[in-house]
Protein backbone atom coordinates (compact mmCIF):
# COMPACT_ATOMS: atom_id res chain seq x y z
CA UNK A 1 0.00 0.00 0.00
CA UNK A 2 2.69 2.57 1.00
CA UNK A 3 4.34 2.31 -2.79
CA UNK A 4 1.06 3.44 -4.29
CA UNK A 5 0.08 6.56 -2.06
CA UNK A 6 2.23 9.73 -1.77
CA UNK A 7 0.91 12.21 1.11
CA UNK A 8 1.88 15.94 0.88
CA UNK A 9 2.94 17.72 3.48
CA UNK A 10 2.63 21.72 4.70
CA UNK A 11 -0.42 23.75 4.02
CA UNK A 12 -2.79 23.50 0.76
CA UNK A 13 -3.72 26.63 -0.97
CA UNK A 14 -6.87 25.29 -2.33
CA UNK A 15 -8.46 21.96 -1.66
CA UNK A 16 -9.06 19.44 -3.33
CA UNK A 17 -11.84 19.28 -6.60
CA UNK A 18 -14.06 17.04 -4.82
CA UNK A 19 -13.86 18.83 -1.80
CA UNK A 20 -16.87 21.16 -1.21
CA UNK A 21 -16.07 24.84 -0.41
CA UNK A 22 -18.37 24.32 2.34
CA UNK A 23 -17.18 21.64 4.13
CA UNK A 24 -13.42 23.45 4.44
CA UNK A 25 -12.33 24.36 7.52
CA UNK A 26 -9.22 25.10 8.73
CA UNK A 27 -7.91 23.25 11.88
CA UNK A 28 -4.17 22.24 12.86
CA UNK A 29 -3.79 19.93 15.37
CA UNK A 30 -0.15 20.30 16.08
CA UNK A 31 -0.61 24.53 16.50
CA UNK A 32 1.98 24.80 19.42
CA UNK A 33 -0.25 28.31 20.37
CA UNK A 34 -3.69 26.76 20.18
CA UNK A 35 -2.78 24.02 21.91
CA UNK A 36 -0.38 25.43 24.99
CA UNK A 37 -2.78 25.74 27.71
CA UNK A 38 -5.51 23.00 26.76
CA UNK A 39 -5.69 20.66 24.19
CA UNK A 40 -9.19 18.99 24.36
CA UNK A 41 -10.95 22.87 24.32
CA UNK A 42 -9.54 23.26 20.84
CA UNK A 43 -11.39 20.09 19.31
CA UNK A 44 -14.60 20.54 21.27
CA UNK A 45 -14.71 24.38 19.61
CA UNK A 46 -15.05 22.34 16.61
CA UNK A 47 -19.11 21.17 17.51
CA UNK A 48 -20.14 24.74 17.08
CA UNK A 49 -17.70 26.41 14.35
CA UNK A 50 -17.68 23.08 11.87
CA UNK A 51 -19.30 20.50 9.62
CA UNK A 52 -19.79 17.46 11.59
CA UNK A 53 -17.31 16.27 8.57
CA UNK A 54 -14.98 19.03 7.37
CA UNK A 55 -11.58 19.04 5.35
CA UNK A 56 -8.61 21.00 6.45
CA UNK A 57 -5.71 21.98 4.25
CA UNK A 58 -3.03 21.76 6.90
CA UNK A 59 -0.46 18.69 6.69
CA UNK A 60 -1.14 18.15 3.36
CA UNK A 61 -5.07 17.99 3.78
CA UNK A 62 -7.06 15.92 6.02
CA UNK A 63 -11.05 15.09 6.96
CA UNK A 64 -12.18 15.72 10.50
CA UNK A 65 -14.90 13.41 12.06
CA UNK A 66 -16.67 14.17 14.70
CA UNK A 67 -19.51 12.34 16.13
CA UNK A 68 -19.08 9.11 17.88
CA UNK A 69 -21.18 7.03 15.57
CA UNK A 70 -19.21 8.57 12.92
CA UNK A 71 -15.59 7.45 14.03
CA UNK A 72 -16.82 4.12 15.16
CA UNK A 73 -18.04 3.26 11.77
CA UNK A 74 -14.72 4.61 10.78
CA UNK A 75 -12.66 2.57 12.92
CA UNK A 76 -14.92 -0.40 12.45
CA UNK A 77 -14.84 -1.10 8.62
CA UNK A 78 -11.17 -1.16 7.84
CA UNK A 79 -12.06 -2.09 4.46
CA UNK A 80 -12.58 1.22 3.38
CA UNK A 81 -10.45 2.91 6.04
CA UNK A 82 -6.94 1.87 6.10
CA UNK A 83 -5.05 1.92 9.04
CA UNK A 84 -1.70 3.22 7.67
CA UNK A 85 -0.31 5.21 7.88
CA UNK A 86 -0.77 6.25 11.74
CA UNK A 87 0.44 9.75 11.53
CA UNK A 88 -0.75 13.09 10.49
CA UNK A 89 1.36 14.67 9.57
CA UNK A 90 3.14 11.73 8.06
CA UNK A 91 6.63 11.12 8.81
CA UNK A 92 8.19 7.92 7.77
CA UNK A 93 10.04 7.61 11.17
CA UNK A 94 9.81 4.06 10.81
CA UNK A 95 11.04 2.06 7.64
CA UNK A 96 7.84 -0.32 6.84
CA UNK A 97 4.45 -0.67 8.77
CA UNK A 98 3.86 -1.36 12.34
CA UNK A 99 3.19 -4.78 13.46
CA UNK A 100 -0.21 -5.66 13.84
CA UNK A 101 -1.42 -1.62 13.66
CA UNK A 102 -0.64 0.04 10.25
CA UNK A 103 -1.79 -3.87 8.97
CA UNK A 104 -5.29 -4.16 7.55
CA UNK A 105 -7.44 -7.50 7.86
CA UNK A 106 -6.53 -10.50 6.73
CA UNK A 107 -2.97 -9.58 7.13
CA UNK A 108 -3.71 -7.96 10.59
CA UNK A 109 -5.26 -11.40 12.37
CA UNK A 110 -1.86 -13.69 12.88
CA UNK A 111 0.00 -11.18 14.30
CA UNK A 112 -2.89 -9.93 17.12
CA UNK A 113 -3.59 -13.17 17.95
CA UNK A 114 0.07 -13.43 18.60
CA UNK A 115 -0.08 -10.49 20.80
CA UNK A 116 -3.34 -10.87 22.47
CA UNK A 117 -2.83 -13.82 24.78
CA UNK A 118 0.05 -11.55 26.63
CA UNK A 119 -2.59 -9.05 27.11
CA UNK A 120 -5.65 -9.94 28.16
CA UNK A 121 -7.19 -9.09 32.09
CA UNK A 122 -5.87 -12.58 32.97
CA UNK A 123 -2.82 -11.92 32.00
CA UNK A 124 -2.43 -8.59 33.23
CA UNK A 125 -3.47 -9.62 36.35
CA UNK A 126 -0.24 -11.78 36.61
CA UNK A 127 1.68 -8.63 35.75
CA UNK A 128 0.03 -6.48 38.96
CA UNK A 129 3.03 -7.41 41.16
CA UNK A 130 5.57 -6.33 38.61
CA UNK A 131 3.18 -2.40 37.77
CA UNK A 132 2.85 -2.14 41.62
CA UNK A 133 7.11 -2.63 42.31
CA UNK A 134 7.32 -0.14 39.70
CA UNK A 135 5.61 2.37 41.16
CA UNK A 136 6.34 2.07 44.58
CA UNK A 137 10.00 2.20 44.12
CA UNK A 138 9.27 5.80 42.03
CA UNK A 139 7.17 7.09 45.35
CA UNK A 140 10.13 5.73 47.31
CA UNK A 141 11.78 8.88 45.71
CA UNK A 142 10.17 11.56 46.82
CA UNK A 143 8.03 10.02 49.68
CA UNK A 144 9.68 12.87 51.78
CA UNK A 145 9.01 15.73 49.04
CA UNK A 146 7.31 18.47 49.51
CA UNK A 147 6.84 19.62 45.66
CA UNK A 148 7.86 17.37 42.49
CA UNK A 149 7.69 17.92 39.11
CA UNK A 150 5.20 15.13 38.77
CA UNK A 151 5.77 14.13 34.82
CA UNK A 152 9.63 13.63 35.60
CA UNK A 153 9.60 12.00 38.97
CA UNK A 154 6.64 9.57 38.16
CA UNK A 155 3.94 9.61 35.02
CA UNK A 156 6.99 9.48 33.03
CA UNK A 157 8.93 7.09 34.52
CA UNK A 158 6.72 4.92 35.68
CA UNK A 159 5.49 3.27 32.26
CA UNK A 160 9.39 2.79 31.50
CA UNK A 161 10.20 0.79 34.17
CA UNK A 162 6.75 -1.39 33.81
CA UNK A 163 7.73 -2.00 29.92
CA UNK A 164 11.40 -2.68 31.08
CA UNK A 165 10.45 -5.13 33.49
CA UNK A 166 7.80 -6.54 30.82
CA UNK A 167 10.62 -7.10 28.05
CA UNK A 168 12.85 -7.93 30.35
CA UNK A 169 14.92 -4.94 29.04
CA UNK A 170 17.97 -3.45 31.50
CA UNK A 171 16.24 -0.76 33.50
CA UNK A 172 19.22 1.56 32.97
CA UNK A 173 18.61 2.04 29.62
CA UNK A 174 15.07 4.08 30.86
CA UNK A 175 16.54 7.18 30.79
CA UNK A 176 17.85 6.47 26.87
CA UNK A 177 14.39 5.20 25.52
CA UNK A 178 12.63 7.72 27.44
CA UNK A 179 14.82 10.52 25.69
CA UNK A 180 14.02 8.83 21.89
CA UNK A 181 10.53 8.40 22.59
CA UNK A 182 10.42 12.38 23.48
CA UNK A 183 12.19 13.03 19.88
CA UNK A 184 9.72 10.68 18.22
CA UNK A 185 6.47 11.67 19.78
CA UNK A 186 6.38 15.41 20.66
CA UNK A 187 5.08 17.54 17.72
CA UNK A 188 7.19 20.24 18.68
CA UNK A 189 10.53 18.34 16.93
CA UNK A 190 11.51 18.18 13.33
CA UNK A 191 10.41 15.18 10.64
CA UNK A 192 14.92 14.97 10.67
CA UNK A 193 14.63 14.53 14.48
CA UNK A 194 11.80 12.10 14.38
CA UNK A 195 13.49 9.92 11.76
CA UNK A 196 16.84 10.15 13.51
CA UNK A 197 15.18 8.58 16.63
CA UNK A 198 13.50 6.02 14.42
CA UNK A 199 16.82 4.97 13.17
CA UNK A 200 18.08 4.51 16.93
CA UNK A 201 14.79 2.86 18.11
CA UNK A 202 16.37 -0.47 15.03
CA UNK A 203 19.61 0.05 16.71
CA UNK A 204 18.46 -0.17 20.20
CA UNK A 205 16.15 -2.96 18.81
CA UNK A 206 18.33 -5.24 16.97
CA UNK A 207 20.85 -5.48 19.82
CA UNK A 208 17.74 -6.53 22.27
CA UNK A 209 16.80 -8.77 19.81
CA UNK A 210 19.97 -10.24 19.17
CA UNK A 211 20.87 -10.86 22.83
CA UNK A 212 16.89 -12.54 23.77
CA UNK A 213 17.88 -15.14 20.66
CA UNK A 214 21.13 -15.41 22.67
CA UNK A 215 19.57 -16.50 26.16
CA UNK A 216 16.79 -19.41 27.00
CA UNK A 217 13.64 -18.61 26.37
CA UNK A 218 11.23 -17.45 28.96
CA UNK A 219 7.87 -16.52 28.33
CA UNK A 220 7.45 -14.27 31.19
CA UNK A 221 9.68 -11.34 29.35
CA UNK A 222 7.77 -10.56 26.44
CA UNK A 223 11.06 -10.20 24.01
CA UNK A 224 11.58 -13.63 24.82
CA UNK A 225 8.48 -14.72 24.16
CA UNK A 226 8.17 -13.25 20.55
CA UNK A 227 12.04 -14.22 19.71
CA UNK A 228 11.37 -17.71 20.65
CA UNK A 229 7.57 -17.42 19.26
CA UNK A 230 6.79 -20.51 16.41
CA UNK A 231 3.46 -21.14 15.06
CA UNK A 232 1.48 -24.48 14.14
CA UNK A 233 4.14 -24.84 11.27
CA UNK A 234 7.39 -24.28 13.97
CA UNK A 235 7.89 -21.11 11.75
CA UNK A 236 8.99 -18.09 14.01
CA UNK A 237 9.31 -14.14 13.10
CA UNK A 238 11.05 -12.29 10.82
CA UNK A 239 13.82 -10.56 12.07
CA UNK A 240 11.74 -7.31 10.47
CA UNK A 241 8.71 -8.72 12.08
CA UNK A 242 10.26 -8.71 15.39
CA UNK A 243 11.77 -5.22 14.99
CA UNK A 244 7.79 -3.98 13.84
CA UNK A 245 6.56 -5.42 16.70
CA UNK A 246 9.15 -4.30 19.26
CA UNK A 247 8.97 -0.83 18.30
CA UNK A 248 4.83 -0.73 18.55
CA UNK A 249 5.33 -1.55 21.73
CA UNK A 250 8.08 0.58 22.76
CA UNK A 251 5.59 3.79 21.66
CA UNK A 252 2.21 2.10 22.90
CA UNK A 253 4.02 1.47 26.48
CA UNK A 254 5.35 4.64 27.06
CA UNK A 255 3.97 7.97 25.54
CA UNK A 256 0.47 7.03 25.71
CA UNK A 257 0.09 6.26 29.43
CA UNK A 258 2.58 9.30 30.37
CA UNK A 259 -0.23 11.26 28.30
CA UNK A 260 -2.91 9.96 29.91
CA UNK A 261 -1.32 10.55 33.30
CA UNK A 262 -0.72 13.91 33.38
CA UNK A 263 -4.19 14.72 32.64
CA UNK A 264 -5.83 12.55 35.03
CA UNK A 265 -3.57 13.61 38.11
CA UNK A 266 -3.77 17.73 37.02
CA UNK A 267 -7.76 17.55 37.22
CA UNK A 268 -7.88 15.52 40.51
CA UNK A 269 -5.32 18.05 41.94
CA UNK A 270 -7.65 20.89 41.24
CA UNK A 271 -10.12 18.60 42.90
CA UNK A 272 -9.44 16.84 46.56
CA UNK A 273 -12.93 16.01 46.58
CA UNK A 274 -12.38 13.76 44.21
CA UNK A 275 -9.38 12.08 45.85
CA UNK A 276 -11.51 12.18 49.01
CA UNK A 277 -14.06 9.93 46.94
CA UNK A 278 -11.08 7.47 45.59
CA UNK A 279 -9.32 7.50 49.16
CA UNK A 280 -12.74 6.20 50.59
CA UNK A 281 -12.70 3.68 48.04
CA UNK A 282 -9.42 2.13 47.79
CA UNK A 283 -10.35 -1.10 48.44
CA UNK A 284 -13.06 -1.22 46.22
CA UNK A 285 -12.15 -2.57 43.11
CA UNK A 286 -15.66 -2.12 41.17
CA UNK A 287 -15.51 1.76 41.85
CA UNK A 288 -11.94 2.72 41.18
CA UNK A 289 -12.66 0.79 37.64
CA UNK A 290 -15.72 2.92 37.27
CA UNK A 291 -13.52 6.01 38.20
CA UNK A 292 -11.00 5.05 35.56
CA UNK A 293 -13.21 4.78 32.64
CA UNK A 294 -14.61 7.76 33.64
CA UNK A 295 -10.90 9.90 33.14
CA UNK A 296 -10.13 8.11 30.60
CA UNK A 297 -13.62 9.35 28.93
CA UNK A 298 -12.70 12.87 29.98
CA UNK A 299 -8.73 12.72 29.24
CA UNK A 300 -8.64 10.33 25.90
CA UNK A 301 -4.98 11.54 24.69
CA UNK A 302 -5.48 10.15 21.18
CA UNK A 303 -5.90 11.18 17.46
CA UNK A 304 -6.00 8.24 15.47
CA UNK A 305 -6.02 8.69 11.72
CA UNK A 306 -7.19 6.62 8.69
CA UNK A 307 -6.52 6.51 5.01
CA UNK A 308 -9.72 5.94 2.41
CA UNK A 309 -8.67 2.84 0.31
CA UNK A 310 -11.03 3.57 -2.58
CA UNK A 311 -13.49 6.28 -3.76
CA UNK A 312 -16.90 6.09 -1.75
CA UNK A 313 -19.46 8.43 -0.26
CA UNK A 314 -19.38 8.58 3.88
CA UNK A 315 -22.29 9.76 5.39
CA UNK A 316 -23.09 11.92 2.23
CA UNK A 317 -19.44 13.67 1.58
CA UNK A 318 -17.99 12.18 -1.12
CA UNK A 319 -14.35 10.47 -0.07
CA UNK A 320 -11.34 9.83 -2.43
CA UNK A 321 -8.64 7.35 -2.35
CA UNK A 322 -5.60 8.39 -0.44
CA UNK A 323 -7.61 11.09 1.03
CA UNK A 324 -6.44 11.08 5.08
CA UNK A 325 -9.10 10.99 8.14
CA UNK A 326 -8.63 11.91 11.52
CA UNK A 327 -10.14 10.87 14.24
CA UNK A 328 -10.33 12.74 17.30
CA UNK A 329 -11.62 10.47 20.48
CA UNK A 330 -11.84 13.62 22.32
CA UNK A 331 -14.95 13.97 20.36
CA UNK A 332 -16.07 10.59 20.80
CA UNK A 333 -16.11 10.43 24.28
CA UNK A 334 -17.30 13.80 24.79
CA UNK A 335 -20.45 13.43 22.22
CA UNK A 336 -23.56 14.75 23.97
CA UNK A 337 -26.13 12.17 22.32
CA UNK A 338 -23.71 9.17 24.05
CA UNK A 339 -22.53 11.12 27.58
CA UNK A 340 -24.91 12.95 29.75
CA UNK A 341 -22.89 16.40 30.45
CA UNK A 342 -19.89 15.22 29.00
CA UNK A 343 -17.79 17.98 30.31
CA UNK A 344 -18.22 17.55 34.17
CA UNK A 345 -16.05 14.63 35.38
CA UNK A 346 -18.25 11.99 37.10
CA UNK A 347 -16.52 9.09 39.14
CA UNK A 348 -19.59 7.12 39.57
CA UNK A 349 -20.99 6.99 35.83
CA UNK A 350 -21.97 4.04 35.06
CA UNK A 351 -23.09 4.24 31.36
CA UNK A 352 -19.90 4.43 29.81
CA UNK A 353 -18.86 3.39 26.34
CA UNK A 354 -15.63 5.53 26.05
CA UNK A 355 -13.73 5.04 23.02
CA UNK A 356 -9.67 5.86 23.67
CA UNK A 357 -9.00 2.41 23.07
CA UNK A 358 -10.50 2.21 19.67
CA UNK A 359 -13.22 0.26 17.94
CA UNK A 360 -13.05 -2.53 15.59
CA UNK A 361 -10.31 -5.02 14.48
CA UNK A 362 -7.71 -2.58 15.64
CA UNK A 363 -8.86 -1.49 19.26
CA UNK A 364 -5.71 -1.42 21.44
CA UNK A 365 -4.45 -4.63 22.74
CA UNK A 366 -3.15 -2.68 25.54
CA UNK A 367 -5.98 -1.71 27.27
CA UNK A 368 -6.57 -3.80 30.13
CA UNK A 369 -2.73 -2.64 31.22
CA UNK A 370 -3.32 0.86 30.84
CA UNK A 371 -6.22 0.98 33.19
CA UNK A 372 -4.13 -1.37 35.82
CA UNK A 373 -1.57 0.80 35.37
CA UNK A 374 -3.79 4.14 35.95
CA UNK A 375 -5.90 2.09 39.19
CA UNK A 376 -2.19 0.76 40.73
CA UNK A 377 -0.66 4.51 40.25
CA UNK A 378 -4.03 5.77 41.77
CA UNK A 379 -3.86 3.11 45.16
CA UNK A 380 0.09 3.87 45.73
CA UNK A 381 -0.44 7.47 45.72
CA UNK A 382 -3.56 8.29 47.39
CA UNK A 383 -2.51 5.72 50.36
CA UNK A 384 1.62 7.30 50.51
CA UNK A 385 0.96 10.94 49.35
CA UNK A 386 -2.53 11.97 49.46
CA UNK A 387 -4.10 15.48 48.65
CA UNK A 388 -1.88 16.67 45.91
CA UNK A 389 -2.16 20.03 44.63
CA UNK A 390 -1.21 22.29 41.81
CA UNK A 391 1.53 24.68 43.46
CA UNK A 392 -0.04 28.11 43.58
CA UNK A 393 1.19 30.26 40.76
CA UNK A 394 2.28 27.17 38.81
CA UNK A 395 0.94 26.64 35.24
CA UNK A 396 0.73 23.22 33.03
CA UNK A 397 2.01 23.34 29.83
CA UNK A 398 0.22 21.13 27.27
CA UNK A 399 0.74 20.07 23.25
CA UNK A 400 -1.75 18.63 20.48
CA UNK A 401 -0.74 16.62 18.00
CA UNK A 402 -1.62 12.97 16.93
CA UNK A 403 -0.80 12.17 21.05
CA UNK A 404 -1.92 14.89 23.37
CA UNK A 405 -0.10 15.53 26.62
CA UNK A 406 1.36 17.81 29.06
CA UNK A 407 4.99 18.97 29.24
CA UNK A 408 4.71 19.99 32.66
CA UNK A 409 3.07 19.07 36.42
CA UNK A 410 4.14 20.39 39.46
CA UNK A 411 2.58 18.85 42.60
CA UNK A 412 2.92 20.15 46.08
CA UNK A 413 1.37 18.62 49.29
Keep these: MSATFEFKSGYQDSAPAHVPQDLVHDFDHVDPAKFAEDPFGPFLALRDSAPPIFFS ?75 RRSAEELVDRFQNESEIEFLEEFARPFP ?46 VRAIESAKQAPANDDELLSYMVHWKDQEQRGLTDEELLDMGFLLFMAGLDTVTSLFGFAFAHLARHHDLQQYLIDNLNNNDVLDCAIEELLRKFPTVNTNRTVLQDC ?44 FGHGPHKCLGQYLGKRELRIALEVLLRRKPFFSIPEGKRISTYGGGVMGTTTLPLSW
Design 313 to 356: EFKGVQLKRGDRIMLPIVLANHDPKHFDDPATVKLDRKDNPQML
Design 160 to 205: TFVFMRLMGLPLEDSDKLLDIEDRIMRPSHAPEVKIKAGEEIVGYM
Design 57 to 131: RHHGGFWVVQGYDDLKEVLRTPALFSSWPMNIPYVPAWPRKLVPVELDPPEHKKYRALLAPLFTPKAVELMEPII
